[in-house]
């Protein structure tokens, strides 16, 4: 049965977004009490409210006992690749201490395979945790979008594209690329060999348009035959430099888009014979215990990883208390700066 034309049962924030004719965040906003609503949309919002008879969902679950204090920070990866990579390892330092210090949970969650993806989503859907930390996401990973279909905030680290519509923390990229090429032309090098991460992520297209962009200002020819794909593991740099050395043994510097790669590199740059950073320069990128650990240290171009997983956990508690409208999203870009060691 019909009143006054729309169905019977509990109204949804979006008849109350579209009573009050503004958008779903707008109306989020109000329910929370955030200052960040004119008077005029807050008036509009409170009567349709009052019209429709709505009853926050936050507000239900509460009443219910439901609400959960809780964060997943989704990494989908091995335990392996986990423990091995510094990387994670800082994001979840810094996730964890912002979290600390809101009295939230921090439930990691691991995603191998496309069970245990649906399995994970069936866990969201039953409203267990109130927000999700995306990582090392791929361009066609449909979890963001799932994660936001079900109504609750999400923000990744880094980006699926250029236009992400998800909420996310990223750092300058394509600025490494380009620092790193353009130290290493400055230091004579001529035919500087880039290993890339996974051509499927944003991160690591973004690196290979710096190294490229480098390679152009530095008036060097690019060459296709200095690019080796990676896969942001220490195999893989492994990989990608025998490749490199088997097309071009005339290469003279290296720009891996990872110091975990960089650290493979040079275990096959050493077993070919030639010294770092005499014979070939060697540059990275995270400025990891790994850079600082090598023989001889990695110069790496750093990116503030633990600060990116705090600004990632602070996004999404704004986020939690206040819902952004879906076309202001909040998004942060953090700098980059060079470390010089002595690999190059």
């Known amino acids: 049965m019909a009143v006054s034309g729309r169905q019977t049962g509990r109204p949804t924030l979006e008849e109350v977004a579209a009573r009050a004719g503004v958008g779903r965040g707008t109306v989020s906003r109000v329910i929370n009490g955030s200052p960040r609503v004119s008077e005029q949309a807050k008036a509009a919002v409170e009567r349709a409210v009052a019209e429709l008879g709505y009853v926050p969902n936050r507000a239900a679950r509460a009443l219910a006992g439901s609400r959960t204090d809780a964060v997943a920070l989704v990494i989908p990866e091995t335990e392996a690749r986990l423990f091995a990579e510094p990387y994670f390892l800082d994001i979840i330092r810094g996730v964890s201490s912002e979290l600390a210090d809101a009295d939230k949970q921090l439930l990691l969650t691991l995603i191998r395979s496309e069970q245990e993806r649906q399995r994970f989503e069936q866990y969201l ?18 979890l963001p979008d799932q994660v936001r279909a079900l109504g609750l905030p999400a923000v990744l680290n880094g980006r699926r594209t250029e236009d992400e519509p998800v909420a996310f923390v990223d750092s300058d990229n394509t600025g490494a690329g380009r620092t790193a090429v353009a130290h290493l032309a400055a230091r004579g090098r001529r035919a500087v060999a880039t290993i890339t991460g996974p051509l499927d992520m944003y991160v690591a297209r973004c690196r290979l348009d710096g190294y490229r962009e480098g390679l152009a200002e530095a008036g060097l020819a690019a060459d296709e035959g200095l690019v080796a794909t990676g896969d942001f593991t220490e195999e893989g740099g ?14 003279d510097a290296v720009f891996a888009a990872s110091d975990v790669m960089a650290a493979g590199a ?13 014979d070939v320069a060697l540059v990275g990128v995270d400025d990891s215990a790994v850079a600082r650990h090598m023989d001889p240290p990695l110069t ?38 060079l470390v010089v060691r002595g690999s190059s």
Do not use: K
């Open 125 to 142: 859907a039953a409203q267990r945790v109130d927000g999700v930390l995306l990582v090392s996401v791929h361009a066609a990973d449909p």
């Open 238 to 251: 492994r990989r990608a430099m025998r490749r490199l050395l088997d097309r071009r043994p005339d290469l």
């Open 300 to 337: 790496s171009v750093r990116q503030p990883i633990e600060e990116m997983g705090r600004t990632m956990a602070r996004l999404l508690l704004q986020e939690i208390a206040a819902p952004s409208e879906p076309d202001e999203q909040p998004r942060r870009m953090l700098p980059t700066e």
């Open 266 to 278: 040079r275990g096959v740059l050493r077993e070919a014979g030639r010294r770092v950073p005499e």
